[in-house]
């Protein structure tokens, strides 16, 4: 059964990465009030007019030309045609999902003042999956992906069910609707706000996350197979630097490693262990720090009213708010931030599976390989992690210092939130590849390790829904198939549920 989100309060990041995954978005009856208000103030500054930028004036440098009361539908049509300018590939379904539910919610705020049958059209798109085809590039902020989606609602652009391909008009009919006519200011409104960049960021919160989990469990697996030393994660040593995240991650790495023979066998043999293994706790901690300042990040943008202009007042003193509340620096600044987390957590993964590898410092097999010099192992898929964390020191750049000048210096400062946001996601696709080689690495290891050297019950369980995936390589077939495997694995399995064994995970709940 399809999970519903009833839309009252402000849409959190977890709700909005539940509709990227195919939850359905509903409007509570005090959200569907506050926007038909707000919808009767815009119609009152209409009636009255009271000159408010995109409602009676043109938009960008062109603010200052007063627009006719005739001609307001015409200036919302054109606003959504000529921001439709966006180019590449089109996002993809939870991308456009999650961007879809952050504009619903930003006009569910009650201050932007379109007609409640926008939102109902947008909901009605969005419960069928019926998803309008977004350009994933182009866009310094906002405008050209919103226009993408609001293309739809006039019958035109396109749209796709599943791999269907389909029209605006008959994406509208097949959720019974028509056409829609554009009012003054809806064209502005559907083009305007931080929800491209917001949707995107809250799904790249959820998605860090889920994989910083996963990268805690790869960490493990290497770090038992090379013999480290425990006592690096014990709590009173990493209670010495306060951070929540190094202290989750250490409690983290004691839970998956407890009981480990392998580690009991070599306690002692070294007065410290290498950096990509001793700081596990640091690293990783660090970033979920980064994550967490982030995900408030997202949050406050979530909970705030981001078109401009906003509308308040009564019908009867309707009052126009201009400012500059669409500019998202805060998320530019933040998800920049995340975007060098994320590729701080693949450098480290890609250095352990190097240590994996190297029969100079695993007392393993020369690359993880069945036999010597016939076989190459797992030399070449060290290669490609090295290359997709080298991929990611030019992703990891900031977008949001790009600056650049639009509109004829009306708009002279850019903060460029959206392409820090897909810059994000594209880092942490790379992180989830990297990691799948990890765990292919750590499983292999385990095959190879004499028998007696055994695993933690917990990384027992691991390697065997990795095996289960993937068996043994003996260079008997094409690797990256293994890693395309592992990889989706990752994307719907949570870390937590692979480290129980089948009867932990048929238990049911206390």
């Not at 809806?186 to 910083?212: D, I």
């Not at 090379?226 to 983290?252: H, I, K, M, N, P």
């Not at 950096?275 to 995900?295: E, F, N, Y």
């Not at 708010?321 to 890609?350: K, N, P, T, W």
Request: proline share 4%; charged share 20%; hydrophobic share 50%.
């Amino acid at each position: 059964m399809t999970p519903t989100i009833t839309l009252d309060a402000p849409l959190s990041a977890a709700g909005i990465a539940a509709v990227a995954d195919g939850a359905d978005l509903v409007l509570s009856a005090a959200a569907r009030e506050r926007i038909v208000r707000a919808r009767f103030i815009v119609e009152a500054l209409v009636e009255q007019g009271i000159r408010g930028y995109g409602i009676n004036t043109g938009v960008g440098a062109l603010s200052d030309i007063v627009i006719d009361r005739g001609l307001q539908r015409a200036l919302s049509r054109n606003i959504v045609f000529s921001h439709a300018c966006g180019i590449g590939a089109p996002l993809g379904r939870r991308e456009t999902r999650a961007v879809m539910a952050a504009q619903i919610a930003n006009f569910a705020h009650g201050a932007s003042g379109v007609r409640i049958e926008i939102v109902e059209t947008l909901l009605a798109l969005l419960c069928a999956d019926l998803l309008p085809v977004i350009p994933s590039r182009g866009s310094v902020g906002y405008l050209t992906h919103a226009a993408a989606i609001a293309l739809v609602l006039l019958g035109h652009g396109a749209v796709l069910a599943r791999d269907k391909r389909m029209t605006g008009t008959e994406a509208l009919a097949a959720v019974g609707r028509t056409a829609l006519v554009l009012e003054a200011k809806e064209g502005l409104s559907l083009v305007n706000g931080t929800p491209c960049a917001t949707g995107l960021g809250a799904l790249a919160v959820s998605r860090a996350r889920h994989l910083f989990a996963w990268a805690d469990v790869a960490a493990a697996m290497a770090y038992e197979n090379l013999g480290a030393q425990a006592d690096a994660f014990a709590a009173e040593t990493l209670s010495l630097r306060r951070s929540q995240g190094l202290a989750d991650v250490g409690a983290t790495l004691r839970d998956l490693l407890s009981g480990s023979p392998r580690l009991a066998e070599t306690t002692g043999r070294r007065t410290q262990d290498p950096l990509s293994l001793r700081a596990i706790p640091q690293i990783h901690g660090a970033a979920r720090d980064a994550l967490t300042d982030v995900a408030a990040v997202v949050e406050r943008e979530l909970a705030s009213v981001t078109d401009n202009p906003a509308v308040a007042g009564t019908p009867e003193a309707p009052r126009i708010l201009s400012q500059a509340h669409a500019v998202a620096a805060a998320l530019g600044l933040s998800l920049d931030a995340l975007g060098v987390a994320v590729a701080q957590m693949a450098a480290i993964s890609e250095r352990r599976i190097d240590r994996l590898v190297n029969p100079l410092v695993s007392g393993l097999p020369a690359f993880l390989a069945v036999s010597d010099g016939v076989a190459s192992g797992y030399m070449i898929a060290q290669y490609t992690a090295a290359a997709l964390v080298a991929e990611n020191r030019g992703l990891a750049a900031p977008a949001s210092l790009g600056g650049g000048i639009t509109s004829a210096l009306q708009e002279d400062i850019l903060t460029h939130a959206t392409p820090a946001a897909t810059k994000a996601l594209a880092l942490l696709d790379n992180l989830r590849d990297v990691l799948a080689i990890e765990l292919l690495a750590a499983a292999q290891a385990y095959d190879l390790q004499p028998e007696e050297r055994r695993a933690a019950p917990r990384m027992q369980a691991v390697r065997r829904r990795i095996r289960a995936l993937a068996p043994l390589y003996a260079d008997d077939r094409p690797m990256n198939e293994d890693i395309a495997a592992v990889a989706a694995f990752l994307e719907v399995t949570e870390a937590g549920d692979a480290t129980r064994s089948a009867g932990e995970r048929d238990a049911p709940s206390a």
